[in-house]
């Protein structure tokens, strides 16, 4: 399974952007469908933003639609997560996770890193 490492979370104000990176071991990385979640205290992990299987599309959360991008270079063996105009009911921990089969509980996830969100 690919091995995962998130970075760039943070500490911003309400309105600003922060962008996350997970970089992923092993030469198998473009064959994974790749996400992130979020969990924030008390309540439970949510999708965020993903790829497909096939890799031609990418599918939002309605609440972080148009405020958050998802990308990847598969040369980096890296996955990325713009997030702009940052509000404070995104303060979580986000996770990146990949996955090759259905779900994504069945991937390989992250250790999280912390976003937070100041008002």
């Known amino acids: 399974q690919v091995q995962l490492v998130e970075s760039g979370g943070g500490l911003v104000q309400a309105g600003g952007s922060l962008n996350l990176s997970c970089a992923a071991s092993?030469?198998?990385?473009?064959?994974?469908?790749m996400g992130w979640f979020r969990q924030a205290p008390g309540k439970e992990r949510e999708f965020v933003a993903g790829?497909?299987?096939?890799?031609?599309?990418?599918t939002y959360a309605d609440s972080v639609k148009g405020r958050f991008t998802i990308s990847r270079d598969n040369a980096k063996n890296t996955v990325y997560l713009r997030m702009v105009s940052l509000k404070p009911e995104d303060t979580a921990v986000y996770y990146c996770?990949?996955?090759?089969?259905?779900?994504?509980?069945?991937?390989?996830w992250g250790q999280g890193t912390q976003v937070t969100v100041s008002s």
């Open positions: 996770v990949g996955r090759r089969g259905i779900t994504w509980s069945g991937g390989s």
């Open positions: 092993g030469r198998t990385f473009s064959s994974y469908a």
């Open positions: 790829f497909t299987l096939r890799g031609d599309s990418t």
